[in-house]
């Protein structure tokens, strides 16, 4: 399985709009942080965690050329705004694009993307996206790989990280449950939001998100959905060995039994 970070960045993006502080005028391209995604390329298929509003620059600048289903985590803007941007692939492919989210996310996607179920594409007039929206909160087969929900706290929301094999997803919380641990034991490659040195009441901050990686002790950590008060090449050096700070565009390629 090959993993692409398409975006590492908070809800603002990095640059933030209107600011001069040092990250968002940083000549480090690492420091440019799209909002956070994941491109994950198995068993010949493209996969997508989340559709940011950056999708549309995200895909291009990765060439992704085909889209096979979608993984959302949680329905804020910064996660799905950008679906809108898959309706090239549904032309091409000529197919609906199969999309997983819990109940509480797919309620609110069908809310907010009403005319791309692909139930209402006799409703369609023109250029839509078209997706096939299934409700999950129980593993469940894609394409030959077990996919693991793995529920997270994102302040008082209940939201969705993913399990594949021995890669873990787990962006915007701000805690995880006893039985959400014991499902990320033993893990290749753990992907966890972190969002600035400070605390904030929907985010675990670099300490909390460190102290959690070195409980759980995956192989490799990445820390991702950064805002812009942390510079990646500061950061990189203080984190404890075997923790990375992700930024955009990053690959990694392992393997991912089942
Ligand atoms: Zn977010
Ligand atoms: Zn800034
Ligand atoms: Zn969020």
New binding site residues.
């Given amino acids: 399985m090959k993993i692409t970070f398409l975006g590492t960045g908070?809800?603002t993006g990095v640059p933030a709009v209107v600011c001069d502080c040092p990250v968002c005028k940083s000549d480090d391209p690492r420091d440019k942080r799209f909002?956070?995604s994941v491109w994950l390329s198995f068993a010949g298929r493209s996969v997508l965690i989340d559709t940011t509003p950056d999708l549309r620059s995200q895909v291009l600048n990765n060439n992704i050329r085909r889209l096979d289903a979608i993984l959302f985590t949680h329905a804020?803007a910064?996660?799905i705004f950008g679906l809108d941007d898959i309706r090239r692939f549904c032309m091409l492919q000529k197919a609906a694009v199969p999309c997983y989210a819990d109940p509480q996310c797919a309620a609110d996607i069908r809310r907010v993307f009403s005319y791309a179920l692909v139930e209402n594409a006799h409703l369609q007039k023109s250029f839509c996206p078209l997706i096939d929206l299934h409700d999950i909160d129980e593993p469940f087969d894609l394409f030959g790989q077990t996919i693991q929900p793995i529920p997270l706290r994102h302040s008082a929301e209940r939201i969705l990280g993913y399990r594949l094999g021995g890669f873990a997803y787990c962006?915007?919380c701000s805690a995880i449950e006893p039985e959400s641990l014991a499902g990320l034991r033993g893990l290749e490659v753990l992907v966890l939001?972190a969002l600035r040195p400070r605390p904030h009441p929907a985010h675990f901050s670099i300490e909390q998100a460190v102290k959690v990686i070195e409980g759980l002790a995956p192989k490799r950590a990445f820390l991702t959905?950064l805002g812009h008060s942390v510079r990646h090449e500061q950061l990189s050096m203080e984190l404890p060995e075997g923790i990375e700070v992700a930024h955009d565009g990053l690959s990694i390629d392992m393997d991912c039994p089942a």
């Fill in positions: 908070t809800s909002r956070s804020h910064d996660h962006t915007d939001g959905h």
